[in-house]
């Protein structure tokens, strides 16, 4: 067991959350729920919590009622290597969902998502600051990033 994990609260939608997640991230699984008896907020019987793991990380899924909603001061961010991961992973957890710039996303379920190719850090602290504020700008102008373009700014021919 992992000594800090996150545990994500949704409204009643957690198994579906669950099943979501773990179909678009290969190296996935959902383990036992528990239930909600007679004491508790929800109807005895109902899923009260889904432990599931994503890439080797361990997750709570819990259906706690309407009180508190995601926001975007906290995200997930998902390093890509190839541009056929960015795209791959931006389509599947925008579906239902909605685009925000600079590779941001809210999922269907009001997950805020960072879809970053894992060169940005590269490309981003060069030593060269005119490279460094090229990227910036072209990353400050895309919504899905696209490292073709990313490169070409941090080269300085686009």
């Known amino acids: 067991m992992q000594k800090i994990s996150t545990c994500l609260w949704f409204?009643?939608?957690?198994?579906?959350?669950?099943?979501?997640?773990?179909?678009?991230?290969?190296?996935?699984?959902v383990l036992d729920p528990a239930f909600y008896h007679e004491e508790g907020y929800g109807e005895p019987g109902t899923v009260m919590t889904v432990p599931f793991e994503l890439e080797g990380r361990e997750f709570l899924a819990l259906n706690g009622g309407p009180e508190f909603n995601?926001?975007?001061?906290?995200?997930?961010?998902v390093n890509c290597e190839t541009q056929e991961e960015v795209d791959y992973y931006w389509d599947r957890l925008l579906e239902g969902g909605e685009a925000e710039q600079c590779g941001w996303l809210k999922d269907k379920f009001g997950v805020s998502w960072q879809i970053i190719p894992s060169i940005i850090a590269e490309l981003m602290q060069d030593k060269d600051p005119e490279r460094s504020k090229r990227v910036m700008k072209a990353m400050l102008s895309m919504v899905k990033l696209d490292i073709n373009l990313l490169k070409k700014?941090?080269?300085g021919t686009e």
């Open 11 to 29: 409204n009643n939608q957690a198994e579906e959350a669950v099943r979501h997640y773990t179909s678009i991230f290969k190296n996935s699984k």
């Open 70 to 77: 995601f926001t975007n001061a906290i995200s997930f961010m």
């Open 153 to 155: 700014a941090y080269n």
